[in-house]
Each structure stands twice: as C-alpha cells, then as structure tokens.
C-alpha cells in the first residue's frame, strides 16, 4: 500500500469516527449545518444524518477498494473530490460559528492589545 493511498484510508477512518461523534452528540438536532443537509435527505433529520454521512464513508471506501487501490486513471480526481467534499464539511464547523461569534459582540469587546482569546485557553 502506497503512503497516498495510507493517508487516503486514515482520512476515512477518520471521518467515520467524527460521524459517530456527531451522530452520538445529536448534532443532527442542533448543528445548523448539519440540521439543513439532514432535513435536504429525509424528514426524519436523525435518519438523513445517517445516509448522508453513510454515503460519504461508503464513497470513500469505494473510491480505496477500487480506482485508488488499482491506481485508476479516475483515482485522483475521484478521491479530491472526496477531500473536497469533507473539507466543505470541515470548514462548515468553525464558518457556521462566526455569526455567533459576531453577534455576542465576543470578537469586538476583546481589549485590542490583548488579542482574542478563546474561552479555556490556556493562560
């Protein structure tokens, strides 16, 4: 196995990992984000969480066992398509906080010398 095709597969484990966080945590119900996408799949938002986040494992898999494991012509842009996909999930996290952010004043009420600092941020 390839260090690419070792990196490919450890980003999948890893997605499967952060769906089941998610899943365990209801995000479903309470991630705006992952409210919308849910809800765009099924009514049931838990049910739509799960195929959707189902779905993206599995074309991860798929895109492992077959065209990358065999070195396909379509690997690559098959599997940057995948990246991107969960690098849109993955910058959906913090981006979705901003309006948060802007509209408890947390950004703007910081003093300007000191910086921003997070909440349990160490000192």
């Not at 986040?53 to 990358?68: H, K, Q, S, Y």
Request: aromatic share 12%; proline share 8%; with cysteine.
């Amino acid at each position: 196995m390839t260090r690419r095709q070792k990196t490919f597969l450890a980003l999948i484990i890893t997605q499967a990992a952060h769906a089941l966080e998610e899943y365990l945590g209801h995000l479903y119900d309470v991630f705006p984000p992952a409210r919308f996408v849910s809800g765009l799949i099924s009514q049931d938002r838990e049910r739509g969480f799960i195929i959707f986040n189902a779905a993206l494992v599995i074309f991860g898999l798929w895109c492992f066992l077959g065209p990358l494991r065999r070195a396909s012509p379509s690997a690559e842009p098959l599997a940057w398509l995948w990246v991107g996909i969960e690098l849109i999930n993955g910058l959906g996290h913090p981006l979705s906080l901003l309006p948060f952010i802007w509209r408890t004043n947390y950004v703007r009420e910081q003093p300007p010398n000191k910086g921003l600092k997070l909440p349990g941020a160490l000192k």
